[in-house]
Structures are given as structure tokens and as C-alpha cells.
């Protein structure tokens, strides 16, 4: 049973940063493409940002040059590091590894942005 731990959310203030994390625990980590996806109350999922098997990223408009992505593959963590966080930013941030007829979500953490 593959499983997606996030941590790291958390209350921040406009233009703070956190860094949340995602502990994975499949055998052969490498070979996913890692994501981060969120879900404010009311809204649809959007995408965050995702990394690929080869390291290469992509963002979401609303974070681009915010929020940065990166993988630890000895280690089978993924990263998000967010920086001049926003209200708007506030939502459930979940963790998603997909491969060839393989994907899998974490439960989420919470991030709420608010004075």
C-alpha cells in the first residue's frame, strides 16, 4: 500500500513562507512524477506545482516566482517551498505521485494564510 504523508502547514501571515513536505513510500520513488495540488473551500483542485521523474517543474500561474518544488529521491521526499504566501493561497495542499497506471494521493495539510 503505497502512502503520500504531507506535513509542514500550518498559520502563517501575508508574506510569510512554510515549507511543506511529503513523505512518500513506494519501492521505486524515482520513477514518479510528484505534484502538489490544492483545494480552497468551494473551489476545485488546482494545480500547484510537479516535478518530474527527471527533475524538470512547472507551476501554476498563481505561484509562479512564490513557490519553488523540488524532490529528494534518497530519501523519497518532495518538497514545496512557499515564499510571499497570500490569502488566497489558503487551502488544503495535497501531495500526488503519478506514474504509467499508477496515482496516488496523500490526505493533505492544511494552509491557512490569514493576519
Known amino acids: 500500500q503505497v502512502q503520500l504523508v504531507e506535513s509542514g502547514g500550518g498559520l502563517v501571515q501575508p508574506g510569510g513562507s512554510l515549507r511543506l513536505s511529503c513523505a512518500a513510500s513506494?519501492?521505486?520513488?524515482?520513477?514518479?512524477?510528484m505534484g502538489w495540488y490544492r483545494q480552497a473551500p468551494g473551489k476545485q483542485r488546482e494545480l500547484v506545482a510537479t516535478?518530474?521523474?527527471?527533475?524538470?517543474?512547472n507551476y501554476g500561474d498563481s505561484v509562479k516566482g512564490r513557490f519553488t518544488i523540488s524532490r529528494d529521491n534518497a530519501k523519497k521526499m518532495v518538497y514545496l517551498q512557499m515564499n510571499g504566501l497570500k490569502p488566497e493561497d489558503t487551502a488544503v495542499y495535497s501531495c500526488?505521485?503519478?506514474?504509467?497506471?499508477?496515482?496516488?494521493w496523500g490526505q493533505g495539510t492544511q494552509v491557512t494564510v490569514s493576519s
Open positions: 513506494m519501492n521505486i520513488f524515482s520513477i514518479y512524477n
Open positions: 500526488n505521485a503519478y506514474s504509467i497506471g499508477r496515482n496516488y
Open positions: 516535478i518530474t521523474s527527471g527533475g524538470s517543474t
